[in-house]
């Protein structure tokens, strides 16, 4: 299968706290994870990823792990601020040359 | 740095009708892809080229036709628009089919009256 499964779909925070969205996949051959930050009315954009041969990344506030033996990945915002609302992707390639995308989770963080 | 270009921006059509959506690209990557976003929701996969002259079918490809023309190149045809559909299409490009970060345009928002 090449479903990407993410939740939740929707996650409300208060300012200055952290968030977190889990991804799971089905492709074992899946070996490059990708997450898209999408703004209202613009395209998506990556904001960071991670490959199958590392277990953590961290980048300016935002923490990816990956679990190969269970096909978990996860995004964590630390320190959440209002211009982090927006829509939130994850995605899966590597497994046949497809792209495929998590359903998205609707971040609001609210002041 | 480089820039996918979508056109049209906007599309309204009729029910039944064939239309086309154009996508180009100027960083010389290899793969193309076309995404449908409904409103608030993911994005699902239409078709996808690998290479030039290459053509793959997404999980949403029952409906639309693709075109590779060249390598900068992809467009995306709508066969026959259902009437009250609504939806962002999406171009995106990668340098190689399996680095998966990928490069999206403005979309082409698609309305069907």
């Known amino acids: 299968g090449e479903q990407v499964e993410q939740l939740p779909s929707i996650l409300r925070v208060q300012e200055g706290s952290s968030a977190s969205i889990n991804c799971t996949y089905e492709?074992?051959?899946?070996?490059?994870f990708p997450w898209y930050k999408q703004e209202p009315g613009e395209n998506p954009k990556l904001i960071i990823d991670?490959?199958?041969?590392?277990e953590r990344k961290q980048t300016q506030g935002l923490i990816v792990l990956l679990d190969k033996k269970a096909k978990r990945f996860s995004l964590h915002i630390t320190d959440t601020q209002p211009g982090d609302s927006a829509m939130y992707f994850c995605?899966?390639?590597?497994?046949?040359?497809?792209?495929?995308f998590g359903s998205g989770t609707r971040l609001l963080v609210s002041p | 740095g480089g820039i996918i270009t979508q056109t049209p921006k906007f599309l309204i059509g009729q029910e039944g009708q064939k239309l086309t959506l154009k996508c180009q690209q100027n960083?010389?990557?290899?793969?193309m892809y076309w995404y449908r976003q409904d409103s608030g929701k993911g994005l699902r996969l239409i078709y996808y080229?690998?290479?030039?002259?290459?053509?793959q079918k997404g999980d949403l490809s029952e409906g639309y036709d693709a075109s590779r023309e060249k390598k900068s190149s992809f467009s995306l045809t709508v066969t026959s628009a259902q009437k009250n559909e609504m939806a962002v299409f999406l171009c995106?490009?990668?340098?190689?089919?399996?680095?998966?970060?990928?490069?999206f345009g403005e979309g082409s928002k698609l309305t069907v009256l």
């Open positions: 080229s690998i290479t030039e002259n290459d053509l």
């Open positions: 991670i490959r199958s041969n590392m």
């Open positions: 995605a899966a390639s590597g497994g046949g040359y497809k792209v495929v």
């Open positions: 960083f010389n990557h290899d793969t």
């Open positions: 995106a490009s990668s340098i190689r089919a399996n680095t998966g970060q990928l490069y």
């Open positions: 492709n074992s051959a899946s070996n490059y």
